[in-house]
């Protein structure tokens, strides 16, 4: 899968970073205090990350190809670390809050809640979580060969409760990009220990 955005990472960047975020940013920015640490993983374009610093936020990227992350360091001048969530530890971080739009849409059903509680390792305490799936059943192909892992809110629910995550805020919306896709929202909360 990675290898479709190493070598589309330009046409990627292209369908992606001129569309409005603040729709499915909102929902988690009302909640912060100016100045809070963000990490916006699977950053993209660096379009919210851009937006985000625009707004008074402290935001960091994280992108796995490498061509991305170049650009987004160049399009919101963030620091963007390059890294995949399979083997980064993120618990040398402290983030006041996480945000993965569409960023894990490709870990299979069955390896979701060991990434997900691997990567809020870098949450601060009562830390919050936007995160973005697609709705459906089972998996979708696309026609460029990546497999997209489509999601029901109640098995997505059922792993946020396990994890120790309150959902604090639910949306669904249609995509810009591909009207046929609906995307699952949720602003999460880390539980107090």
């Not at 809070?36 to 699977?42: H, P, R, S, T, V």
């Not at 809050?97 to 299979?108: C, E, N, Q, R, T």
């Not at 489509?150 to 591909?178: A, G, M, P, R």
Request: hydrophobic share 40%; with cysteine.
């Amino acid at each position: 899968m990675t290898d479709y955005y190493h070598k589309n990472f330009q046409t990627y960047y292209q369908k992606t970073f001129c569309v409005d975020p603040s729709s499915f940013l909102i929902p988690l920015i009302k909640r912060l205090s100016q100045k809070a640490k963000i990490l916006d993983l699977g950053c993209g374009s660096g379009r919210d990350l851009l937006w985000l610093k625009n707004h008074g936020f402290e935001p960091v990227g994280f992108e796995q190809s490498p061509g991305l992350a170049e650009l987004a360091r160049k399009l919101s001048g963030c620091r963007v670390i390059k890294g995949n969530f399979e083997e980064f530890d993120f618990s040398f971080f402290s983030f006041d809050a996480l945000i993965m739009i569409g960023s894990l849409v490709h870990v299979s059903h069955k390896d979701f809640p060991d990434i997900f509680e691997r990567i809020t390792l870098s949450l601060c305490k009562k830390g919050y979580v936007l995160i973005t799936l697609k709705k459906g059943n089972g998996i979708k192909k696309s026609n460029d060969g990546r497999s997209f892992y489509l999601w029901q809110d109640n098995d997505l629910e059922q792993i946020f409760y396990k994890k120790n995550f309150k959902i604090i805020d639910f949306f669904i919306q249609s995509s810009i990009v591909s009207p046929d896709d609906t995307w699952l929202g949720y602003v999460l909360q880390k539980k107090a220990a």
